[in-house]
């Protein structure tokens, strides 16, 4: 049993990283699972546990949680109604999910044809987390396609959720703020454009604000809430006060390119993209990630981002960079991911077919992790987030960043006490 168990939590966790449930299995075969033969000194077992990095820096995760949900504390705002523009992955889940925290959602694309696939994915989703008849079928009720647009009238916030295109988006946000309330959030989802180029398409600019979820937004926890240099106070809090009302943690970022996820993301994955086209194998790159904590590889989470998108925000964030040669080969073959079933890995039924992995060379994840480290100083200096540990929490909820190192800030103080 015991074996089991430790071969269950080597799925999930490694003991190096996070020693305590193979302590507790320890302790469990040590007196043969009878809970009443631990002697009266055994107890003083789990002070190490206590005092190990892993604990702290976890119980430290939770306190930076707690600082980005009280950012919403005070503010006067609660959405009725959300309107969505754009029912693709991104913008039908978005719908999706607001309707499941009990918000009416008008979700509108050009056809109902485009609307139709967001509805069925989220019949799905509602199907696994409600499991309930009745709540899925409320669910349901809130979640409304919208062809002609009129939803947004009524919205109390708007979001912009369509292609990565700039004349596009200006054209729509024209439009959005001659039929919309004056008082209406207007936001938008882009992860690569500066809200100050959009907001050029609008008579009152401060009421354009980015609200940037992550995919899959079911999953992911944080999005950032983009004030661009125009973007008023006020539309800034109520933007944070809705991430909050739809149990999303909010992270306030400067309008900057890549704002602070992919900013810090983008040259780690670039530096793998570039031990691809060395010769070295996808899977041993990944595992050098996950031996420092890393929930997945940056090779794999290419692939599920989509390498179109890696694409753009490489391009934002270091346009002066030449695109990786393995990468650019993909992009033209549109092998562009997990969504195409081909991308770095082939994809099957979700999953990616992979070889397994050779020894990671030495230096492999000082490489890899160095370049996102870097980043993160540089634009935590450049105020594009405000504190620390909102740079710290941004890495850890918005990239996965091993939360036992406590965030790209903490372990590298953490590192030079150490030192």
């Known amino acids: 049993?015991?074996?089991?168990?430790?071969?269950?939590?080597?799925?999930?966790?490694?003991?190096?990283?996070?020693?305590?449930?193979?302590?507790?299995?320890?302790?469990?075969?040590?007196y043969n699972g009878d809970v009443h033969k631990p002697q009266a000194s055994e107890p003083c077992s789990v002070r190490s546990l206590i005092s190990h990095p892993t604990a702290m820096n976890l119980i430290?995760?939770?306190?930076?949680?707690e600082q980005l949900k009280a950012q919403a504390k005070g503010i006067d705002f609660k959405a009725k109604h959300v309107h969505v523009i754009g029912a693709g992955v991104m913008g039908g889940d978005i719908a999706?999910?607001?309707?499941?925290?009990?918000?009416?959602?008008?979700?509108?694309?050009?056809?109902?044809?485009?609307?139709?696939?967001?509805?069925?994915?989220?019949?799905?989703?509602?199907?696994?987390?409600?499991?309930?008849?009745?709540?899925?079928?409320?669910?349901?009720?809130?979640?409304?396609?919208?062809?002609?647009?009129?939803?947004?009238?009524?919205?109390?916030?708007?979001?912009?959720?369509?292609?990565?295109?700039?004349?596009?988006?200006q054209k729509v946000f024209a439009e959005l703020e001659a039929k919309a309330r004056p008082d209406a959030i207007l936001a938008t989802n882009t992860s690569s454009i500066p809200l100050e180029q959009i907001a050029t398409a609008l008579k009152a600019p401060s009421r354009l604000v980015g609200i940037h979820f992550f995919n899959p937004v079911a999953q992911m926890m944080l999005v950032e809430v983009i004030?661009?240099?125009?973007?008023s106070a006020e539309i800034a809090s109520?933007?944070?006060?809705?991430?909050?009302?739809?149990?999303?943690?909010?992270?306030a970022c400067k309008s900057a390119p890549g704002f602070w996820v992919n900013r810090i993301l983008a040259p780690y994955l670039g530096e793998a993209m570039r031990c691809l086209d060395e010769g070295i194998a996808a899977?041993?790159?990944?595992?050098?990630?996950?031996?420092?904590?890393?929930?997945?590889?940056?090779?794999?989470?290419?692939?599920?981002?989509?390498?179109?998108?890696?694409?753009a925000v490489g391009q934002t964030v270091t346009p002066d960079a030449k695109a990786p040669q393995k990468l650019q080969a993909l992009?033209?073959?549109?092998?562009?991911?997990?969504?195409?079933?081909?991308?770095?890995?082939?994809?099957?039924?979700?999953?990616?077919?992979?070889?397994?992995?050779?020894?990671?060379?030495?230096?492999?994840?000082?490489?890899?992790?160095?370049?996102?480290?870097?980043?993160?100083?540089?634009?935590?200096?450049?105020?594009?987030?405000?504190?620390?540990?909102?740079?710290?929490?941004?890495?850890?909820?918005?990239?996965?960043?091993?939360?036992?190192?406590?965030?790209?800030?903490?372990?590298?103080?953490?590192?030079?006490?150490?030192?």
């Open 1 to 30: 049993v015991a074996s089991q168990a430790r071969k269950s939590v080597a799925k999930k966790a490694r003991p190096e990283h996070y020693p305590s449930p193979y302590a507790i299995i320890d302790l469990w075969q040590k």
């Open 60 to 65: 430290r995760v939770f306190g930076l949680r």
């Open 96 to 169: 999706a999910w607001c309707a499941l925290r009990g918000i009416r959602v008008t979700l509108q694309d050009l056809d109902a044809a485009r609307i139709a696939p967001a509805i069925q994915r989220a019949a799905e989703m509602y199907k696994k987390r409600l499991r309930d008849d009745r709540r899925i079928r409320d669910a349901m009720d809130l979640l409304q396609p919208d062809t002609t647009g009129d939803g947004a009238k009524q919205a109390d916030v708007i979001i912009e959720a369509i292609v990565e295109n700039l004349s596009v988006k």
């Open 227 to 231: 004030s661009g240099a125009q973007t």
């Open 238 to 251: 109520k933007a944070t006060a809705f991430v909050d009302q739809i149990d999303k943690l909010p992270l």
């Open 283 to 311: 899977e041993t790159i990944d595992e050098a990630a996950l031996a420092f904590g890393m929930p997945m590889g940056p090779i794999e989470l290419a692939d599920v981002v989509g390498l179109d998108v890696c694409a």
């Open 331 to 419: 992009l033209e073959a549109k092998s562009l991911g997990k969504k195409t079933g081909k991308g770095f890995y082939t994809w099957v039924n979700g999953r990616p077919q992979k070889n397994s992995a050779s020894s990671v060379p030495e230096g492999l994840t000082h490489r890899l992790i160095q370049p996102m480290l870097n980043e993160a100083n540089k634009a935590l200096a450049e105020g594009v987030v405000s504190l620390p540990d909102h740079a710290d929490a941004g890495a850890i909820f918005g990239c996965g960043f091993a939360p036992f190192r406590g965030g790209p800030i903490n372990y590298q103080r953490n590192q030079a006490n150490a030192s």
